[in-house]
């Protein structure tokens, strides 16, 4: 830690000095040759090797950083198990010239795939058992999803952010850096490329101006540049950080070490907009674009869909482009959503794959805030977007008999404690519940439709925002203390929840997804009758 502190100390003092410049130059080589047309940057400038891969950049370092947009056909030489060495971190003082150098090996990406990993929020708490969770649950998942697409081609993965928690980092001292380790030393199974998080910045640095770069020092020392570029194949990989950290205000007593409210801004800083249009300025009209970020650019609070203020600054920077596919994490849930006012941009929000937070019990199904399963997305080359679950490779939806959970909350003490304590949340052994049949299908897309039938009869269905019942009870229930009333409960309501009401309660119930064309693309059917139990519900 005494290591890491001095290390910020001199990130910071040349950071604080903008008035000087100094030449940082270097060499892109593979196999000791140079390569030549590869772009390197600063974070402010971006400068092209010569024939002989050869780069200089007259810097002011205010970002600290120097690094290149690994060209098709390349990985940069890794820095330890699981980072390719893009970047670097430059060391001298803002006035002192530089060298650095970048080696790159050949790799085949005809035929690649990237997953995802989003908000681990990484504590090593030991009431929440985050990281053997990690290591027993969440690891076995990624190994097998890699080795399977292994046999297509290459396998990377995207972290989106969150990897850990700036409120715990001086409580359990376990940092970024202490997270990337701790992946990499179990045998995380690909390279990784990442992007900041709100929850990856240094909490004990609130000194106002500057805060946001300065405190993100540790994820810099931990994954490189802030925003940065990878060509893999034919497509064009942006990963940006969209957050603004500005940590103001009085600091929750409980935390230690830190020195702010921890607040934040979901905005991307002018620089970095700055940054990305030298950036596309260079990429062919004809890539497919992919953008990853950690805040959603488009999202949904009270009922209204609100849209990030930089939008229209964006539709302008990759107007050349036919379609862009954006990549985010931070709300825990899954959603597409691709309706807006800004059609080339088709917006993927991923479900955490932290579960909730880690809190449930080890009895109990690991799903997200909206009741889905965790999640592994998956990009391929030919640019197919995929979804897997982590508990069971064929799930897509869920589906509940509100009778039995009915019956389950009428009998469980835990319970029965929560809706004396929170009358205003949903009683499922209320009467209005009896023979309703939620259906939970996370992988709702704008263009599909779900279908319940009972007996051969379609019935009547409509789309509701509930929260779903099992992570009612993995999250919330199970989260309380004995008597202990929650100060404030979120809705979380689930924005792929569909009801019906059943006209029996025994008959099996059919649950059909159709495309837009009518065809089924998932099936699933339900038998009636079978007690709830949270552990093991399907």
Known sequence: MKKILFLTLLVLTACSVDAYAAIIKGKVTANGQGVAGVEVSDGTQVVTTDKKGRYQITSDKADSIVFISTPSGYRA?????????????????????????????????????????????????KGRDDLNKFKQDVLPALKAKAEEEAKNGVVYTVNLGDFTQDSYWYKNNFNEQDGEKFIAQNGYPTPVYSVCGNHDNDPGIN??????????WCY??????????????????????????????????????????????????????????????KVNPNARIYLCVHAPLIWVSKGQTKYNPQLAELEKIFEKFERVDIFTGHTHTLINNDESPFPRFHQHILPSTSGNLWYESHDMRAITIDGCDRIIATVNWKGEIKFTSMEDSKSVMRIYDMTEVGKYYATDKKCGIYHKLHPERAYYADEKYRNVIYVNYWLL???????????????????????????EITYNISKMKE???FKKLKKNACTHMFEAKAKTATSPITVNIRNSHGKIIHTKTMERGIPFTPGNLK
């Open 207 to 216: 000194i106002g101006e500057g805060t946001d770069f300065k405190a993100a």
């Open 220 to 281: 810099r020392h931990t994954w490189g540049p802030a925003c940065y570029s990878v060509n893999l194949g034919n497509d064009h990989w942006i990963f940006m950080d969209n957050i603004v950290y500005v940590n103001d205000g009085e600091p929750t007593p409980k935390w230690k070490g830190v020195k702010g409210n921890r607040k934040n801004l979901k905005v991307f800083a002018p620089r970095y907009l700055e940054w990305l249009k030298k950036d596309v300025s």
């Open 445 to 471: 897309s704008p263009e599909e439709s779900v279908e319940i039938v009972e007996n051969g009869e379609v019935l009547p269905v409509k789309s509701v925002k509930k929260m779903d019942p099992l992570a």
């Open 483 to 485: 008597n202990s009333k």
């Open 77 to 125: 030489k890794h820095i330890d198990a699981i980072r390719p060495g893009f970047w670097h971190l430059l060391q001298k003082a803002p006035n002192k010239n530089e060298t650095h150098n970048f080696i790159l090996e050949k790799e085949d990406q005809s035929n690649y795939t990237v997953m995802f990993i989003t908000d681990c929020h990484l504590v090593n708490e």
